[in-house]
């Protein structure tokens, strides 16, 4: 395997992530201007319980597929098959479950449970999402990568006609739905072509795979739990406007989510190399990459910090006045929160998988518990504060607690001496 066959392969992805950012922030602002704080809220409030069954719709098929294409690969065809209609039974299980959860949960509330089925129709189309595990497989991913730029030009396209025509939310709830179905089916027609093996079924082969992919579904549930569990808890303690308010702060608090992405996702193969190669460079190129993270993150909450109300006008205008002080004690959480992210490269490094559920189990347990005391006090206030204070413990206190994980936070304080900075600055000018 070549590494320019590795880095071309990996500049697809980057590019397109960062693409997929900008529109996706430009178009869901428009958006969130036009719905108003409480169709914004509604809206994510489906999206947020649909994401609750995700994990199970996939089934933990992706943390596992390529390892089974890598292992056999005169079985691809097979494999991929048979994936793909796992993930389509499970995707219309979900669909039941999320109607039966909505029609109990929001009872006399129309509107949202119709606004969450249309929504939750997007899981039996993301199943052909798998198929890009295949591309990634034979080191293809400019295939979806231009595939995934195209169907969100596309819905984007389809929002800016949304708004134009002034369209009822239900039309927004299908959004989701027409990304899939873009992607899926071109996935499917470009891997006809590039693939020399017909997808099959075999429920021995689906015995197989569940066996070893049903050990992910709990790890990825908790992740959920952790990420979603306050747009829910707002929804139903404080309303639907509230939510609005909380996932408008989140979407300027992550408005240069995809630069942190692209750093991340660039460093991971060759912090991944050194490990193999040499340990002292493999744990400075880490604690170089928590060094620019880190400093990067707090310049961006300070700046976050000063401006919130400036920021907020321009980007959503004075029905979202209330944004600014969520935003304000949000936009701290990032810092903590990209600490999680290369902290995961040490575990993959490190072959330390089993803790990561316990990691994210903890942090979803404190997340529920701060939640459950802060909202009903303080609306998305409270749910900041609770945001701020989970990943505080998850990425940074638990590190210590963790004998296990130690040696992490070590190197993440390495990255933390301002001598490091002023260094890879000095580099920087050269």
């Known amino acids: 395997m070549s590494k320019n066959k590795v880095f071309n392969n990996a500049k697809w992805i980057i590019a397109c992530k960062i693409t997929q950012s900008i529109l996706q922030f430009i178009v869901g602002m428009l958006c969130a201007r036009y719905l108003g704080p409480s169709n914004y809220g509604i809206i994510n409030y489906a999206a947020s319980v649909v994401a609750f069954a995700v994990p199970i719709m996939q089934l933990g098929l992706p943390a596992t597929i390529v390892k089974d294409l890598i292992e056999n690969p005169e079985s691809e065809g097979e494999i991929m098959g048979t994936s793909l209609v796992m993930d389509l039974i499970s995707g219309l299980a979900c669909i039941f479950l999320v109607g039966s959860f909505v029609a109990v949960a929001n009872h006399n509330e129309t509107e949202i449970i119709i606004v969450c089925i249309l929504y939750s129709l997007s899981l039996i189309l993301r199943a052909f999402e798998l198929l890009q595990y295949w591309f990634q497989y034979k080191l293809l991913s400019k295939y979806p990568s231009i595939i995934m730029l195209v169907s969100y030009v596309v819905v984007s396209l389809y929002r800016i006609f949304l708004l134009v025509t002034a369209k009822s939310i239900y039309w927004f709830a299908v959004v989701n739905s027409v990304d899939y179905l873009i992607i899926g089916g071109l996935l499917l027609v470009i891997y006809k072509k590039q693939s020399s093996q017909k997808l099959s079924f075999s429920f021995k082969t689906a015995k197989k795979l569940f066996s070893r992919s049903k ?5 990825a549930m908790m992740v959920t739990l952790f990420q979603d569990t306050d747009h829910i808890m707002l929804k139903l303690f404080s309303g639907d406007a509230e939510n609005g308010f909380y996932t408008a702060a989140i979407t300027c608090a992550c408005v240069v989510q995809f630069v942190y992405t692209a750093i991340i996702d660039s460093m991971r193969p060759v912090i991944l190399e050194c490990k193999q190669k040499n340990t002292a460079e493999y744990e400075k190129k880490l604690s170089t990459l928590y060094c620019i993270v880190i400093y990067m993150s707090l310049a961006q909450s300070v700046v976050f910090t000063l401006f919130a109300k400036l920021i907020v006008a321009i980007l959503y205008g004075a029905q979202y006045m209330p944004t600014v002080s969520i935003l304000r004690v949000l936009v701290w959480y990032v810092v903590f929160s990209y600490m999680g992210a290369v902290r995961n490269i040490w575990i993959l490094a490190e072959g330390k998988h ?33 945001s701020l204070v989970t990943q505080f413990f998850t990425n940074f206190i638990l590190g210590f607690i963790i004998k296990t994980i130690r040696p992490n936070n070590r190197l993440l304080l390495k990255g933390l001496n301002p001598k490091l900075l002023l260094s890879l600055i000095k580099e920087y000018k050269k």
Do not use: D, R, T
């Open 215 to 219: 050990f992910y579904i709990l790890s």
């Open 354 to 386: 089993k803790f990561l559920w316990k990691i994210n189990l903890a942090g979803a347990l404190a997340n529920i518990l701060l939640n459950s005391v802060l909202i009903p006090f303080y609306g998305a206030l409270g749910a900041a504060i609770a």
